[in-house]
C-alpha cells in the first residue's frame, strides 16, 4: 500500500506559480510512475503531468506543457509540480497519484493509476 498526501494549493492571480508537493509513504519501492490529475467542477479528472520515477522521464498534457514542471526528490519520496504561468482556467482540485504498473501511452489516464491522495485545491483569478 502506498499513501499520499498533497499540500502546496491555494489562491494565486493569474501569470502567477504555485508549486505542490506530494508525500509518498509506504511501499514506494514499488512505484513506477506518478502522476498529477486535476478536476474542476463540473468536469471530468484530467491527467496533466506524469514521471517515470525508475527513470525521471516525464509527460505532459498539451495543456501545461512549457508552463508546468514534474520532478520528484526520491530521497524524501516526494512528488513537485511546479506550475508558471498560470490561468483561470487550471483552476481546480489538483492530485497526486501513483501505480505499481506500467501504463504506457495510458499514463494520464486516471483508470491507470492505483492510489491517490485527498487532493489539493488551486484557485487562479483573473
Known amino acids: 500500500q502506498v499513501q499520499l498526501v498533497e499540500s502546496g494549493g491555494g489562491s494565486v492571480q493569474a501569470e502567477g506559480s504555485l508549486r505542490l508537493s506530494c508525500a509518498a509513504s509506504?511501499?514506494?519501492?514499488?512505484?513506477?510512475?506518478m502522476a498529477w490529475f486535476r478536476q474542476a467542477p463540473g468536469k471530468e479528472r484530467e491527467g496533466v503531468a506524469a514521471?517515470?520515477?525508475?527513470?525521471?522521464?516525464?509527460y505532459y498534457a498539451n495543456s501545461v506543457k512549457d508552463r508546468f514542471t514534474i520532478s520528484q526528490d526520491n530521497a524524501k519520496n516526494t512528488l513537485y509540480l511546479q506550475m508558471n504561468s498560470l490561468k483561470p482556467v487550471d483552476t481546480a482540485m489538483y492530485y497526486c497519484a501513483a501505480t505499481n504498473t506500467w501504463p504506457g501511452t495510458d499514463r494520464l489516464k486516471q483508470y491507470a493509476y492505483d492510489y491517490w491522495g485527498q487532493g489539493t485545491q488551486v484557485t487562479v483569478s483573473s
Open positions: 509506504g511501499d514506494t519501492n514499488r512505484i513506477n510512475y
Open positions: 514521471i517515470y520515477s525508475r527513470s525521471g522521464t516525464t
